[in-house]
């Protein structure tokens, strides 16, 4: 097997997949409902380790369907605590399914024969396994949900830019949150499969922060967003595979390349706010 063929398909997955996970980060920062991509991640996880407790395979479609299922419960839960309660914010019952979803898969895990290293793959993962009917398939699948967004954005911006106009107007805001929530959902069950929890993460938010950082406007931010992704995929790719004798892991190594870009923008940004004084 060539250099180019071993690469190739960890490459397309970083240069064709993090787009819509940027998309959804720009919602999710403006939403200020942070962790909630963490949490549906980890609910996500929590479907496939009862998937591998009932004997199935990371890989084979049975836990990707369960993930799925326990993703669009995560989802619903979501959509029908916004708003509920003056005094609790969604914040902390998104940080609440989070730490329960994290505490049952490790109880599911502890039950298997190799649960902690199903734990350790569904946290990090490992991008450089990735194959070509996995990328192709998330390739079509976010191809659907990124067309079912541009069709209806007029919505989904107002419900996470202008919620109260949302209100006002009459729009049944728990019913888009849900579809909102349910097609971010089938994006993070798939890529948890690829790339892991940790990674999908940063993904979301990393360069949706970078582009509030470096600008105001919704487009622009989207164009920052993707470009820190594909840098910093691909430059944490390319360390990972030049330093192999260190043995880094590629997931980690793109997470702390994130975080250098994220302290990056932030001196970009500081810098100009000076210069603009």
């Known amino acids: 097997m060539s250099l180019f063929t071993l690469w190739l398909w960890p490459l397309l997955a970083l240069i064709l997949l993090p787009g819509i996970l940027v998309y959804f980060g720009l919602h999710v920062v403006e939403r200020g409902i942070i962790f909630v991509d963490l949490a549906l991640a ?21 836990p ?27 914040e902390a019952i ?15 895990l502890s039950h298997t024969a190799e649960g902690d290293e199903a734990l350790k793959n569904l946290l990090v993962g490992n991008i450089l396994l990735v194959t070509r009917a996995e990328v192709l398939r998330t390739a079509a699948l976010y191809a659907v949900i990124g067309a079912i967004h541009y069709v209806l954005r007029a919505r989904f911006l107002r419900i996470t830019f202008e919620p109260a106009v949302a209100s006002r107007e009459g729009m049944r805001v728990r019913l888009w949150d849900f579809l909102f929530y349910g097609t971010f959902g089938f994006v993070v069950t798939s890529f948890v499969q690829i790339a892991g929890v940790y990674l999908v993460f940063s993904y979301l938010i990393v360069p949706a922060v970078c582009g509030a950082l470096l600008s105001e406007g919704i487009r622009s931010r989207l164009v920052i967003g993707c470009a820190v992704a594909l840098v910093g995929g691909l430059a944490g790719l390319g360390i ?28 970009v940004a500081r810098l100009r706010r000076a210069g603009q004084g």
């Open 240 to 267: 990972s595979v030049q330093f192999a004798t260190l043995d880094l892991p590629t997931g980690p190594t793109i997470v702390c390349v994130f975080g250098a870009l994220l302290v990056a923008s932030a001196v």
């Open 42 to 62: 980890q609910v996500a996880a929590l479907g496939v380790c009862v998937a591998i407790l009932m004997g199935a395979h990371p890989g084979e479609p049975f």
């Open 64 to 90: 990707y369907f369960l993930s799925l299922l326990f993703t669009l419960f995560g989802a619903a839960l979501f959509s029908l605590t916004r708003f509920r309660h003056p005094r609790v914010p969604h």
């Open 94 to 108: 998104i940080g609440i399914i989070y730490i329960v979803a994290a505490a049952a898969a490790t109880l599911v």
